[in-house]
């Protein structure tokens, strides 16, 4: 590539509606510290939250962690919600500290679907087909976890709902956009792959059909925020929670070119994840090997890599044109100055210190 023409990280660059200052995300990372004065299972960001977000504004921008959209998404201890009043006053005092410091802070909301442990939510667990999620041992052996309810239309329609709920409530708070969590076998994941969905109705068989849940959730999203302040995360060839889809090209390419339709602002992609416990799937790099790349072509807006990037890797995928920006986590854990160590050719931490 010609120098003059070659990215850098730090180039101003605007998403949608946003105007980034630089091209290097804070990738959504559950703390599992929130908590609630009245009820430990109804969680809202804490104090650190506030700090530990408001120092990472040098960044082109900030995802939260996931936030349940309601009491029966809620799937890990610890993490924070947006479905009530307490929750949502919570998050405005994470958006002022961010917006305080120039910085852009997008929500990631998700409903955990088969991920649901009914004794941590205290609800039943709901997904798109009645199919227990396996955990593995080292040798590879599968135990099966609780067997969630099948969602009737009905049931679809409510969470469709929350999902609009929940971004109504985003917006009070001050988000500066908001992202559709459908990666890691969560509850639109599990629509969308056909390992997890097993349905007959017009949510389930075709590709079409498994990817009309995820579309009608953007458009409640959008619907609130506009469709130039909305994303999603997807990971085509995540196995965690016990994820599988036969043909992730073929499915994801037809729903990224429907997002791509809609004119969303951004699509964040994981790349395939090292897999170390043995299980009967396909391992995603056989599957894909380089996720954003295979997708480029479907998706002409925003395209954000994600996952195992080193500051190298992640400016080569852009300066190919694979992707136009990245989101890191474990090195915005250990590096809170990441953008100007980066920046500045500094050493990175490899791991947080405390």
């Not at 003059?4 to 200052?21: A, C, I, P, R, V």
């Not at 009309?212 to 458009?219: G, H, T, V």
């Not at 894909?288 to 400016?315: M, Q, S, W, Y």
């Amino acid at each position: 590539m010609d120098s003059q023409n070659e990215k850098t990280l730090f180039d101003t660059y605007q998403m949608g509606d946003l105007t980034l200052s630089n091209r290097i995300g804070v990738a959504a990372l559950v703390m599992a510290i929130a908590k609630s004065n009245n009820d430990p299972k109804i969680n809202i960001p804490t104090d650190y939250q506030v700090k530990f977000l408001s120092e990472r504004t040098d960044s082109g921008f900030i995802i939260t962690e996931c936030s349940a959209i309601s009491k029966q998404g809620y799937a890990y201890l610890g993490s924070a919600g947006i479905w009530n009043k307490e929750q949502t006053e919570a998050w405005k005092k994470v958006v002022d500290a961010v917006h305080n410091k120039g910085g852009l802070i997008i929500h990631q909301i998700f409903h955990g679907g088969r991920r649901v442990n009914p004794a941590d939510s205290g609800e039943k667990s709901l997904a798109p087909s009645a199919i227990p999620r396996n955990t593995y041992d080292k040798e590879g052996k599968p135990t099966p976890t609780h067997v969630p309810t099948a969602m009737t239309v009905n049931d679809i329609n409510s969470v469709l709902e929350e999902y609009h709920q929940a971004a109504l409530r985003a917006k009070e708070a001050g988000f500066d956009g908001v992202e559709l969590h459908a990666a890691n076998g969560y509850l639109v994941d599990e629509f969308l792959r056909d390992g997890t969905n097993k349905r007959t109705d017009e949510y389930g068989g075709s590709v079409e059909n498994r990817a009309r849940f995820c579309l009608e959730a953007i458009d409640q999203l959008i619907s609130v925020f506009g469709k130039g302040r909305v994303g999603i995360k997807l990971s085509p060839v995540e196995r965690l929670n016990d994820m599988f889809d036969s043909n992730p090209l073929q499915t994801f390419t037809y729903l990224l070119q429907k997002l791509d339709e809609k004119g969303i602002a951004f699509v964040e992609l994981t790349e395939p994840p090292k897999i170390e416990e043995k299980t009967c799937y396909i391992e995603g790099k056989e599957q894909i090997p380089e996720v954003a790349k295979a997708f480029r072509g479907a998706f002409t807006r925003t395209l954000i890599t994600n996952k195992g990037h080193t500051p190298e890797t992640a400016l080569d995928y852009i300066n190919k044109g694979w992707a136009d920006l990245v989101t890191f986590g474990n090195l915005f854990i250990a590096n809170p100055d990441l953008v100007n160590k980066i920046k500045n050719g500094s050493e990175l931490n490899q791991k947080w210190e405390a």
